[in-house]
């Protein structure tokens, strides 16, 4: 039941790349970080040989692929306001895959997953140079550097120092949230801890919805000056937060019922770790005492099957659907120029509605 629903919104007619992934911004994108991070890998190699292959190895990670989702809400988040050429606010756009890479290496950590994008996470690539514990602290350097280049490069945007401070204020709080979010993620998985599925949306809306959605608008926002519009910046704090929720709640249904072979990653992790997702615990209010029972077994394909017969998948679509149409409206009424509202709209269904 759970792989009809998923396998109808692959179906699902979604609407053609266009203005919100543009080819010219995604290939910008990729140019700055690829410059940015060639020079790195010439200074670092220049101390130590060791140094350069770790410095490759990140580089590796960053330009591994991805949906680029952050810079293209952050640009959007920006030319809503600009007509300025995109060249001088390029670096910090770039800057947050920076960040992003710091997120999922740290996140891969954690969790211990073996893959990420298809490929082996940071962790288990090093791991295969001098064993796992090596492997897992190389990787952790590699989120801290992610992260330090990060501040190199937005600081490389040619923009007025009071432009700067603004973005740094949204990056900062950015940040923290995602450390915050982070850290209750994992408190959720610990015996003994009592959990809700407004907590999980609490979760999604600090760890996935704040640095996914709501503040790279915001961060796109302040590049355009300190005069950007105070009504644009309550408009993408809703539309953020709603957009990114319906994020993770589609997070949250891959990570149950997605194909490893697009997704990049296992299915079934978040069932095998207790990880406490609205769908989980959803699932565990609409669930027998025998499917319960089911549930904590620990047999992830087992696990699926009752969730699906819950109801739970389809309440979390329902969850999906709200959200999206929500966030849609809240555009409505938002001071922004037609180009910029179709985007956003493009963007809400198709970061939503996707396979991986």
Known sequence: MANDTLEQNRRRPIPRQTTGRSDTLLDAIEGTLADFLAAQIASLDAVDPALGGLARTTRDLVLAGG?????????????????????????????????????LVHDDVMDDSATRRGR???????????????????????????LVWAD?????????????????ARYDRMRVEAVAGQYLDILGETPGVSWS???????????????????????????????????????????????????????????????????????????????PTALLLLARQLATPAQLAVLSDGDPARAAEVIADTGAVLRVETMIQERIAEAIA????????????AAMIELAVRATQRPA
């Open 67 to 103: 949906k680029r989702l952050r810079p293209t809400f952050a640009y959007w988040g920006w030319r809503g306001v600009s007509a300025e050429p995109l060249e001088p606010v390029l670096p910090a756009l770039a800057a947050l895959e920076l960040m992003h890479t710091f997120a």
């Open 120 to 146: 082996p996470t940071a962790h288990r690539i090093f791991e295969q140079q001098h064993g796992a514990r090596f492997g897992k602290s190389a990787a952790i350097l590699v989120g801290d550097l992610c």
């Open 152 to 168: 190199q490069l937005i600081a490389r945007a040619p923009l007025p120092t009071a432009t700067l401070f603004g973005v740094r």
């Open 197 to 275: 599925v407004d907590r999980a949306l609490l979760v999604a809306r600090l760890k996935t919805a704040s640095y996914t959605v709501q503040r790279p608008l915001q961060f796109g926002l302040a590049l355009a000056g300190p005069s950007s519009s105070d009504i644009l910046d309550i408009c993408f704090e809703r539309y953020g937060s709603l957009v990114g929720e319906a994020f993770q709640l589609r997070d949250d249904l891959l990570g149950v019922f997605g194909d490893p072979s697009v997704t990049g990653k296992p299915a079934g992790d978040d069932l095998l770790t207790g990880k």
């Open 330 to 341: 809240a555009l409505a009424t938002a001071p922004l120029a037609a180009e910029s509202r």
